[in-house]
Nanobody, 122 residues
Framework: QVQLVESGGELVQPGGSLRLSCAAS????????MSWYRQSPGKERELVAA????????NYADSVKGRFTISRDNAKNSVYLQMNSLKPEDTAVYYC???????????????WGKGTLVTVSS
């Protein structure tokens, strides 16, 4: 069964840093791209960062570019999101997922995990 377990979210002050982790299982992790998404109350889930299967290519949303860094460790079936210079608007529930599974989730079976809450506040 597909499992996506996010962790590392917590209360952090503006300007602070946080590192999120995602442990994946139940699919060929090393063969697929992975992404981080986030969702705030009343808003749609948005793509934050993406990384190719090998980790060679990355892409970021304009709102986080230069502040966030996505990485992965295929030996550990894990993907990470290093967040620096955090802002209150970064407050959201963060999720990890494979774009291929997201596409399937939109049509049929839901492969989303529970996410991890990041709260940026003083």
């Amino acid at each position: 069964q597909v499992q996506l377990v996010e962790s590392g979210g917590e209360l952090v002050q503006p300007g602070g840093s946080l590192r999120l982790s995602c442990a994946a299982s139940g699919f060929a992790f090393s063969n697929v791209a992975m992404s981080w998404y986030r969702q705030s109350p009343g808003k749609e889930r948005e793509l934050v960062a993406a990384i190719s299967s090998t980790g060679m290519n990355t892409n970021y949303a304009d709102s986080v570019k230069g502040r966030f860094t996505i990485s992965r460790d295929n030996a550990k079936n894990s993907v990470y999101l290093q967040m620096n210079s955090l802002k209150p608007e970064d407050t959201a529930v963060y999720y990890c997922n494979a774009p291929t599974l997201v596409a399937i989730s939109a049509r049929s079976r839901d492969y989303w995990g529970k996410g991890t809450l990041v709260t940026v506040s003083s």
